[in-house]
């Protein structure tokens, strides 16, 4: 059975394009679906209620976007750095997924993405960091909560966790002037095999392309390596998402792209940079929901993605979020 949602604190209601006209605003008018098909039994995830913006208090440093929403220029090439702001990624990194590991004590049914928004927001802060998303280019929240046929950039709301989510939480923290991002998937109760096997998939997309990172490798490896593996488990690759160079900005170069692809480009020692595939047990083909971010897969499949902050090394590389 479907729980009955309970909307509360209603700030702000995200609609489908495709449900509701943008006028109308209603919750209500939203529904649970249940599915039974080739893709196995899950609830499909329709946005709920986003609860008002969390602030942050005065002493905690924050990067450029807290206020403006809009960050400044990353580097026009990818960036190496030296050993100090190595350094600097690394306590980020470190932190970040120190945090992430927090997880775990949250998901179960009846808990909203909405309440670990909360918890982990303050948890960053207690840190002494900033949670990156937040205001980032406008991004409503703290933490991104991606469940089953949300793809990624999912806004934490008042929908409870329901029995066989699957879900992906995705944190990044601004500590000592640098984002360290990394992200995990989590399964709520009970979650039946193909979501099982999807998600098992994913980590070994993600590792086998840690694997060939090293000196002097086209970064067009990364995607040879996530699109085969995740073709011969039997799962695309969703494209319109790529893993990213990350210092002092949130988001520059290189391009990680997930798929098979010759844009040029090596990696050198010093680079730091995010590989972060989304699978799909579907088509790879995504839609954006009326409140900007959303991305959901429009045959309605479930995909997963797992993230890892990495760091070319002289020999090879380091996951800096291990
Ligand atoms: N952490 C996400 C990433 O992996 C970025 C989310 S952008 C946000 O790149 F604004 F949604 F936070
Ligand atoms: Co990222
Ligand atoms: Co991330």
Redo the contacts with the bound molecule.
């Keep these: 059975m479907i729980p009955q949602r309970k909307l509360c604190n209603l700030v702000q209601t995200r609609n489908f394009f495709k449900f509701l006209p943008s006028t109308e605003k209603s919750p209500e008018a939203v529904s649970v679906k249940a599915v039974r098909n080739s893709f196995g039994k899950y609830n499909l995830v329709e946005p709920c209620a986003v609860s008002a913006r969390r602030t942050v208090p005065s002493y905690i440093p924050k990067p450029s976007y807290a206020e403006s929403s809009v960050p400044g220029d990353p580097p026009k090439t990818p960036e190496i750095k030296n050993s100090n702001q190595i350094e600097c990624m690394s306590h980020s990194c470190i932190l970040a997924k120190r945090i992430l590991n927090q997880i775990p004590a949250f998901i179960k049914p009846g808990v909203t993405t909405d309440l670990i928004d909360e918890k982990i927001h303050d948890i960053i802060i207690n840190n002494g960091a900033y949670p ?2 937040l205001n ?2 406008g ?1 409503p929240k703290s933490i ?1 909560t991606s469940i089953n046929n949300v793809a ?2 999912g806004i934490p709301d008042n929908r409870p966790l329901q029995e066989g989510d699957i879900l992906n939480v ?1 944190i ?1 923290v601004f500590l000592n002037g640098y984002h360290g ?1 990394c ?1 995990a998937m989590y399964q709520v109760g009970n979650v039946d095999e193909e979501g099982k096997r999807l998600i098992s998939a994913t980590e070994t997309c993600l590792l086998e392309a840690i694997k060939i990172c090293k000196p002097d490798e086209n970064f067009s490896s990364i995607g040879s390596v996530i699109e085969e593996t995740a073709k011969k488990h039997g799962f695309g690759v969703i494209p319109a998402f790529a893993g ?1 160079g990350i210092g002092t900005y ?2 520059g170069p290189p391009d990680i792209l997930h798929f098979v692809n010759n844009v040029e480009g090596k990696m050198q020692a010093g680079m730091t940079f ?1 590989i ?1 595939p989304i699978l799909t047990q579907g088509g790879s083909e995504i839609e954006i929901l009326e409140d900007g ?1 959303t991305a959901v897969t429009t045959d309605d499949a479930r995909t997963a993605q797992i ?1 890892h902050t990495i760091l070319i090394t002289e020999t090879g590389c380091q996951i800096l979020t291990q």
Excluded: G
Aim: include cysteine.
């Design positions: 990156s998303p980032y280019r991004f991104c990624c950039h995705d990044t991002d992200s990213h949130f988001h995010t972060e971010w993230e």
